[in-house]
C-alpha cells in the first residue's frame, strides 16, 4: 500500500462527504435559501453537492478503497463482473464531471444575464424553469456519458491510477468528444462571460444614477408602477400602523456605500434576509401584516453581493478546471504521443489524485457570499441564535413580565 496516495484519497473522500452533507443539511434548515428570490440558485447549489455525494460515493470512494487494498474491486480480468464494474466507474467519472462543468457554466450566465438584463433574468430564473432546466441537464449529460457503455472508447483499471479509466491512446476521437465537452466548451463560455460582467461592471460606475447608486436597468414596462398601484401600495403600507411596533416609512431611502453598491439588505433580488412568522411576530404580535404579490421592478440596482456571487461562481470554476488541467494535458500527450513520451507512475497518480479534490472544493468558496456564509453560521450556531431569538422577543414584553412575576410572589 502507498501510504501518500492513500491518506490523500481518503482525506479527499472524507472532505467531500462531509462538507456536500452539511451543505443540504444548510439549505433544508435555513429558510433563507428557499425564498423566492433565493431558491432557484440555491437549488441548483444543492444539485452540484448532489453530483459531488455521487461521484465520491461511487468514483473517490473506490479509488481510495482499490489504494488501501492494492487492488481492485474485481482483480480477476476473466471475471464477468469486471467490465461492468470498470464501465460503471467510468461512466460515473464521466457524468458527474461533464454535469458539473455544465452548471458552472450555466451559474455564470445566470450573473451575466443578472448584470446585463436583471429584468429578463427575473421572469427567466425562477424554480420551475431551473427544475426543468436540471431535466433536461441530467438527460443530456447522462445521455454523451453512456457512450462508453456502448463501445464508444475502451475501458481499462489502470493500477498507477487507482481506478478504471478510459484508454484514449486507442480512441481518439472518444478523447476529443470528451475532452471538448467538459474541459473547452465550458472553459470558452465562462470565460468571456465573466470577462463581461467585470467590464460592464465598470462601464456602470462611470454612470451612476441620480442618487450615486449603481443602476443595473430602468425597466419602462414594469407591470404594478402605475399611480393606482402605488396608491394602494402607500395604503397597504399604513393600514394598522398604530397596531405595529415600527413605523413605517414614508419615504424609501437607498443605503448606498460610497462606491455605489446599493445595500444588500435594500436590493430586493438581492435580499438577505431571512423573514417567518415568528420574526414578524417579533415586531408585532396583534398585528399580522398579509404577503403582499410580488410585482415586477422599475429601477434594478447593484449591490456588492451580486458581483461578489460573479467572482465566487469564477473562483470555483478557476480552481474546478485547474484541478483537471493535469490530468488533460496527461491525456493529450498519451493520445498523440504515446510511444514518444514517458510519463512516471507517481506524475499519473498525483494528476489524479487532484481530479478527486473536485468534489469537496466548492463549499469553502461559498462563504464568500454573505447568504450563504450567514445560513452556515446559523446552522452551526443554532443554539445561541435561537437564545438570541428568544431574548428578542420576550424585550418588547420585559416590563409585563417583570409585573407577572412580582404578582405571583405576592
Known amino acids: 500500500m502507498d501510504i501518500i496516495p492513500t491518506m490523500f484519497l481518503c482525506l479527499a473522500t472524507v472532505l467531500a462527504l462531509v462538507m456536500n452533507v452539511f451543505f443540504i443539511v444548510v439549505f433544508i434548515r435555513r429558510k433563507r435559501l428557499r425564498t423566492p428570490a433565493t431558491l432557484p440558485v440555491s437549488m441548483v447549489l444543492v444539485h452540484l453537492a448532489f453530483v459531488d455525494l455521487i461521484a465520491t460515493i461511487l468514483w473517490t470512494l473506490f479509488a481510495a478503497i482499490t489504494a488501501v487494498t492494492d487492488t481492485w474491486i474485481i482483480s480477476d480480468v476473466n471475471s464477468s463482473l469486471h467490465k461492468p464494474f470498470c464501465d460503471l466507474q467510468v461512466y460515473i467519472m464521466t457524468f458527474c ?239 498523440y504521443y504515446y510511444y514518444d513520451i514517458n510519463i512516471s507512475s507517481e506524475i499519473v497518480t498525483t494528476t489524479v489524485i487532484l481530479t478527486h479534490f473536485c468534489s469537496c472544493v466548492k463549499v469553502p468558496f461559498y462563504l464568500l457570499s454573505d447568504r450563504m456564509r450567514g445560513a452556515m453560521k446559523k446552522t452551526l450556531c443554532r443554539g445561541k441564535v435561537d437564545d438570541n431569538k428568544k431574548r428578542k422577543f420576550d424585550a418588547p414584553h420585559q416590563e409585563e413580565n417583570m409585573k407577572r412575576e412580582e404578582t405571583t410572589e405576592l
Open 97 to 335: 464531471n461533464v454535469i458539473t462543468a455544465h452548471t458552472l457554466m450555466a451559474l455564470m450566465f445566470e450573473r451575466f444575464l443578472w448584470i446585463f438584463k436583471p429584468s429578463k433574468r427575473q421572469e427567466i430564473v425562477f424554480d420551475l424553469v431551473v427544475v426543468l432546466f436540471l431535466v433536461a441537464l441530467y438527460i443530456f449529460n447522462g445521455s454523451i456519458s453512456s457512450f462508453v457503455l456502448w463501445g464508444f472508447g475502451q475501458t481499462d483499471f489502470f493500477p498507477d491510477q487507482y481506478q478504471c479509466a478510459v484508454a484514449y491512446e486507442e480512441s481518439a476521437s472518444h478523447f476529443q468528444f470528451t475532452l471538448a465537452m467538459h474541459y473547452w466548451i465550458p472553459i470558452a463560455v465562462i470565460v468571456p462571460l465573466y470577462v463581461a460582467i467585470l467590464i460592464r461592471v465598470r462601464i456602470l460606475q462611470k454612470r451612476r444614477g441620480p442618487d450615486g447608486v449603481i443602476v443595473l436597468e430602468e425597466n419602462l414596462k414594469a407591470v404594478g408602477d402605475s399611480y393606482s398601484d402605488r396608491l394602494k401600495e402607500m395604503y397597504m403600507k399604513f393600514r394598522g400602523a398604530g397596531a405595529k411596533s415600527v413605523k413605517p416609512k414614508v419615504k424609501k431611502t437607498k443605503k448606498k456605500t460610497n462606491d455605489g453598491f446599493v445595500s444588500d439588505d435594500d436590493d430586493f433580488n438581492s435580499s438577505d434576509e431571512e423573514k417567518s412568522k415568528a420574526d414578524e411576530a417579533v415586531m408585532s404580535r396583534d398585528y399580522m401584516e398579509k404577503p403582499e404579490r410580488k410585482r415586477e421592478r422599475k429601477m434594478y440596482f447593484l449591490s456588492r453581493q451580486d458581483l461578489r456571487e460573479a467572482h465566487m461562481y469564477a473562483l470555483i470554476s478557476a480552481v474546478y478546471f485547474v484541478l483537471w488541467t493535469p490530468y488533460m494535458t496527461r491525456n493529450i500527450l498519451y493520445t
